[in-house]
């Protein structure tokens, strides 16, 4: 089945140290978004790729970077991570034969800094 | 993006239909109401969207007033996988971004 996948689906750094988590996606759709989702609080948009632009939200911190090397994968790097980063991070993508809102999103990876 | 208001916690017993509503009274002509839900520790997952028209899909149906100010979703029979937040988002679709309110946390009780 097409489908988002989020790798690692759990992540442990220690605070400071660089981490990187990976998305991919079979449904060949151009848009894919990284979203940050703090223990009971709705998701929140860091930022977001159509096709090869990026499109940053405002309030992101410049902590966060993101690259997209191909239309499959997007990666979301935190230079150095501090405990208030600990959260699930969720990646998804939107367009195709879609292409009027529906976002499909993938499982998450938590992350916890040490 | 309109703002959207929805209740933070609704109860439903099972089996019975579970009817979640969301205020979006400043949402403009060319915006989207979309629902979206989302199961504990998953990613959250589209449920339905409409302009001014109701609609209905395997999954629920979206009542919209006449007015646009406010929607219903329903889910005809709940089941206790049913349980999850409720998202209301209204976006003005194609591949705009999607901002989160707080949702309705839906519990099914058996």
């Known amino acids: 089945d097409a489908m988002v996948i989020q790798n690692p689906r759990y992540q442990v750094t220690q605070f400071g140290k660089p981490v990187t988590l990976s998305c991919s996606q079979t449904?060949?759709?151009?848009?894919m978004y990284w979203y940050q989702q703090k223990s009971s609080q709705a998701p929140k948009l860091l930022f977001h790729?159509?096709?090869?632009?990026?499109?940053n939200e405002a309030d992101t911190p410049d902590n966060f970077q993101s690259r997209r090397p191909n239309t499959s994968f997007c990666f979301l790097d935190i230079r150095s991570p501090g405990l208030g980063d600990a959260a699930m991070y969720l990646c998804?993508?939107?367009?195709?034969?879609?292409?009027?809102?529906?976002?499909?999103f993938g499982p998450g990876t938590r992350l916890t800094v040490t | 993006d309109a703002k959207t208001t929805q209740p933070p916690s609704m109860d439903c017993a099972e089996g019975r239909a579970a009817n979640l509503p969301c205020n979006h009274s400043?949402?403009?002509?060319?915006?989207?109401v979309y629902w979206y839900r989302q199961i504990h520790s998953q990613g959250p997952q589209y449920i339905i969207h409409?302009?001014?028209n109701n609609e209905t899909n395997e999954m629920a149906s979206l009542i919209i007033t006449e007015d646009r100010k406010s929607s219903t979703l329903i889910l005809p029979h709940a089941t206790l996988r049913d349980t999850a937040v409720y998202y209301c988002?209204?976006?003005?679709?194609?591949?705009?971004?999607?901002?989160f309110g707080t949702g309705t946390r839906l519990t099914i009780i058996p």
């Open positions: 409409g302009l001014k």
């Open positions: 988002i209204a976006g003005r679709g194609g591949n705009e971004k999607l901002t």
């Open positions: 400043t949402i403009s002509g060319n915006e989207y």
């Open positions: 790729y159509y096709d090869k632009d990026f499109n």
């Open positions: 998804a993508t939107s367009g195709g034969l879609a292409g009027l809102g529906e976002q499909y």
């Open positions: 449904l060949n759709h151009n848009v």
